[in-house]
């Protein structure tokens, strides 16, 4: 079955140290999102790619990184810079640079302590 | 400034009535529609969606009204039944520079279909 793998489901980090989420499509789509969700926030975009070895920073970058090296896989860091970074994590991808028709991924939950 | 905006954070139908979710966007410059549907610690799966060139799209008990002149959309659910209780979120889709499109949500509404 085609679809987007995000992993862990839950994810626990101490204050002031890096993780990296997970997100992987077998779906082919050529562009990948990153989105954070909080409560009555909705849902806010991190960073995107529209093709291998590119991508554009969102509206909520600052403390986040990125990386495309292949067409499946485009993992989020959350860095010791992010100063809020208990939340859910979604990973979505679009078959192009039309970017309706996302699909997304079940998300990751994670929680600095 | 938030282009796409649900100003209803909540909303309560008993089973089998009608469910209205409204939207409102600020952006002229959208020129598709999409509903998506998200259940709690899951991913938001599409529901419907409407291009800017129609003003009415219907599948099955889901039907997507926009009124371009006054920038609104709203998502009609007939018969309402329980399992349809979940967040929902308006987005649009706008050319946004270096031949990308992305998606602009607003914040959702959450749907709550009482038995």
């Not at chain 1, 920073?57 to 810079?81: H, Q």
């Amino acid at each position: 079955d085609g679809g987007i793998t995000q992993s862990p489901k839950y994810l626990f980090r101490k204050e002031g140290q890096n993780v990296t989420l997970s997100c992987e499509q077998n779906l082919n789509h050529d562009a990948m999102y990153w989105y954070r969700q909080d409560p009555g926030q909705g849902l806010r975009l991190i960073y995107y790619s529209q093709i291998v070895n590119d991508f554009q920073k969102g509206d909520i970058a600052e403390g986040y990184s990125v990386s495309r090296e292949k067409k499946e896989s485009f993992p989020l860091t959350v860095t010791s810079a992010q100063k809020n970074p208990t939340a859910f994590y979604l990973c979505a991808s679009s078959i192009g640079p039309k970017g309706y028709g996302y699909t997304f991924g079940s998300g990751t939950r994670l929680t600095v302590v | 400034d938030q282009q796409v905006k649900q100003n209803s954070p909540s909303l309560s139908v008993q089973e089998g009535r009608i469910s209205i979710l409204n939207c409102d966007y600020t952006n002229s410059m959208f020129d598709y529609f999409l509903w998506y549907k998200k259940y709690p610690a899951e991913g938001p799966t599409f529901l419907i969606s409407i291009s800017s060139i129609k003003d009415k799209n219907e599948d099955g008990r889901f039907t997507v009204f926009l009124n371009k002149s006054a920038k609104h959309l709203s998502l009609h659910i007939v018969p309402s039944q329980p399992g349809d209780s979940a967040v929902y979120f308006c987005a649009a889709t706008a050319y946004s520079g270096a031949g990308s499109y992305q998606l602009t949500f607003g914040k959702g509404t959450k749907l709550s279909v009482i038995p």
